[in-house]
């Protein structure tokens, strides 16, 4: 396959070897990830706005309205204004509030989503790094975020905030199997934890298609548990607006409520990449064995736009599930991971491991 | 050598967490405080604290003239605001013994179910939305807001209209009534689908509903509950088949019995009652008979001396007016019979040992309407 055209690796290593011959080892080191840390900062953020702003068009079109539509054009400034907004409020101290713990949770659960950024591919070669364990670390990274919550919960000194963040630990305590389970089904199949060998692997053919049934069934629940670890959707039993007025950031206001909301979207955004990236092929682009004609097409989009194509899809049919399906109660939310989700799931790994011994898969 | 005395044993079962749900909180819809002592997320027990919007207007009716008191009651149930003004007029002129044209008892009659639609379409949004489905507020708003329509167009105000007068009613209505209210039916007959496919149909409201927060026959009795709310525990309880007024008599429609009387069942019932409104409303719509749209009525109303107590089905359950008149122009006591308060009444029993989520749905499911508990 022919990816020359839209292949970083040159380009990054070109960079790499530039600031290499001209400092010192470390410096370079240093100089490197600033650069990496500042051009990820502004993707971040211009991601959580745009996606903001989708959400908020999404509802409005699912609720028949118009949604945001007086600032800017198509009212894409009002995101703008609304952060401005944000950013200059006050930040109302809480009274008998943890003030350490208080101010630093929001921190954690940027930084627990803003992590997880480093090892995806957005094309070929276009990653922070290329961990040959990238999917674990996904996942020890992504299940911080909870620590930050619990942390919002208990310092608030508010009942409501307790109880939101005692639901959220609960929930990712058990959802996180499932995302796991659910990957490892794919790491049977692909053979590799590296992101990069597993987007490679999927040249032919996405691992949704390669893998059959299994492949199908482990994405239907990497879907599922992963809205439930974005506290999104059917499962945003944390916030529980109608419950719990806003649950574990009901105390933040200012900046650091802003730090909250932004970070929804952000894990929004990551669960859906990593779900394009494993079982949807990530930035490669849809290929079918034998017609040439139609691949050689499918290569002339660009990556980047499959990639990004296919994680807002995946972020939509989130939203979609959050706007019209009415929430779970929290020991329903435990049954269905603990008595389905779970069992189904370990069945599934089995199957797969069948299929790929079998070598059934293509 | 230091005495060394135990610390009495801490029992957790019998400590006692509490949250206070309202006044401000997005599902007591409105300015309702709810004291929930809780274990972990399950609800022990609930005293709800009324009185943050108490206005007095029982005792306000007792220095205003029966005209004046029909402006009061459209501001106890806002959402069912005809019904309300119509238990007064009723009392006023079954009391004065007033023979009320026969147009006036249809379009009140018609005007009623229109409102009780209304009622039931804001609480099927507010129930979607207290289940954490926001989308159904909105699809619930714009149905309502046909009906406002209508409403605006003849009795020129959409929520507190106080349009009907003891004999009769304000004005006559908008020659486009009958044609619009045509239109309302065959529109809101699609979209009440579109309401079973999003909410009822779905399969975690379903799951959260169903044997949650049951009241049986005999405790619906015992705590007055009437109503959507009554008739889910199975208890027969409809003004308009018992005690008709208007000319509920003369249209064909039932009164549906729920059996289980958990939060599914009383969600049910509304969704039945939508469509015998609509069925009334067929029944009627076309058979206005023409005439005055008042009795002659003299200016000053004096009941005579005595006990008067007039019953509606309002869009909530039984709304009851009592009244002790001396023979003056004003009542000397007036006492409303909400269906709200009997209704929230149920609720500490409804809601122990299940989850705070549970509670709100079950408060959803009561749809109590403040101003209408304090009055």
Known sequence: MDFSIYDFTSFNQGIDKFFFENLTPFWATVVEMTIIGLVFLIFYALVALFLIYAERKVCAFMQNRVGPNRVGPYGFFQLIADFIKLMLKEVIPIKNADKFLFNLAPFIVVIASFMAMAAIPFAKGLHAVDLDIGILYVIAVSS???IGILLAGWSSNNKYSLIGAMRSGAMIVSYELSVGLSLITIIILSGTMQFSAIVEGQANGWFIFKGHIPALIAFVIFLISSTAEANRGPFDLAEAESELTAGFHTEYSGIKFALFYMCEYMNMFIVSSIA????????????????????????????????????????????????????????????????YLLPINLVNILFMAFIVLMGWHF | MKEVINPPVRNIEDEEYHINIGPQHPSTHGVLRMVVSIQGETVKSLKPHCGYIHRGIEKMCEKDTYQQIIHLTDRMDYLSAHINNHVVCLLVERALEVAVPERVQYIRTIVDELTRIASHQLWWGCFGMDMGGQTCLLYGMRDREKIMDIFEESFGSRLLHSYYTPGGLMGDIHPNFQKRVKEFITYFRKKIHDYDNILTGNVIMQERT???????????????????????????????????????????????LGTQGDTFSRYMMRMHEMRESMKI??????????????????????????????????????L???????????????????SSFSNLSALDHMSRGFKIADLIAIGGSLDYVIPDIDR
């Open chain 1, 144 to 146: 911080m975020g909870v």
């Open chain 1, 276 to 339: 394009a990236t494993v079982f949807l092929g990530g930035w490669m682009p849809f290929h079918i064995g034998g017609c040439d004609g139609f691949n050689h097409i499918m290569d002339f989009i660009p990556p980047f736009i499959w990639y990004l194509g296919k994680t807002f899809f995946l972020v939509w049919v989130m939203m979609w599930f959050k706007w019209t399906f009415p929430r779970l109660r929290i020991d329903q939310v435990l049954t269905l991971e603990w008595k």
């Open chain 2, 210 to 256: 169903k044997g949650v927060g049951i009241l049986t026959k005999e405790e619906a009795i015992d705590y007055g509950v009437t109503g959507p709310i009554g008739r889910a525990s199975g208890f027969s309880c409809d003004v308009r088949k018992y005690h008709p007024y208007g000319v509920y008599d003369k249209v064909d429609f039932k009164e549906i």
């Open chain 2, 281 to 318: 409303l067929e029944q009627l719509i076309d058979n206005i008979p023409a005439g005055d749209y008042s009795a002659k009525m003299k200016a000053v109303i004096k009941l005579p001396a005595g006990e008067y107590y007039q019953r509606v089905e309002a869009a909530r359950g039984e």
């Open chain 2, 320 to 338: 009851g007016v009592y009244v002790v008149s001396d023979g003056n122009k004003t009542p000397y006591r007036m006492k409303f019979r909400s």
